[in-house]
């Protein structure tokens, strides 16, 4: 509950209180920042939206095609922000043309979290959507 409440209900708290309401998340680890953020959804594990199970089968990334078809989804969806943990997505996170780091948590203990470090990146769409966070 502490790592939680450290890194997930922190990242919810700050994008309910800097991101505008109605901005596309696209999130990895849904659970408290879905809830509390409180804003649409793409749930980058299939939890609430299993339309990228396929995407993300032992099939493609045996084939190393999941992380490709995972970016072409979120370019077809076109998040305003991105939550993630960096190491998850390598590839995500080095596209700087496209993603903007704004907050990040980082656990000292973590023991539940999928890594210590997340970050939220407000990605080129959100300007485009008009959904520019607030600093």
Not at 68 to 79: E, G, Q
Not at 83 to 92: A, S
Not at 106 to 115: A, K
Request: hydrophobic share 45%; no cysteine; net charge neutral.
């Amino acid at each position: 509950v502490k790592n939680i409440t450290e890194m997930q209900v922190a990242i919810g708290r700050w994008v309910r209180h800097h991101v505008p309401r109605g901005s596309l998340l696209a999130v990895n680890d849904v659970g408290a920042i879905g809830v509390i953020a409180d804003d649409p959804v793409l749930d980058l594990q299939g939890l609430v939206t299993p339309e990228v199970l396929p995407l993300r089968s032992l099939r493609e990334q045996a084939a190393g095609r999941a992380p490709a078809l995972l970016s072409r989804y979120l370019f077809d969806h076109r998040p305003d922000y991105l939550i993630m943990f960096p190491e998850w997505y390598p590839e995500l996170d080095a596209r700087r043309d496209l993603f903007t780091p704004l907050f990040a948590v980082q656990l000292e203990d973590n023991i539940t979290s999928g890594r210590s470090l997340m970050v939220v990146y407000q990605s080129l769409w959100a300007k485009q959507h008009g959904r520019e966070a607030r600093r």
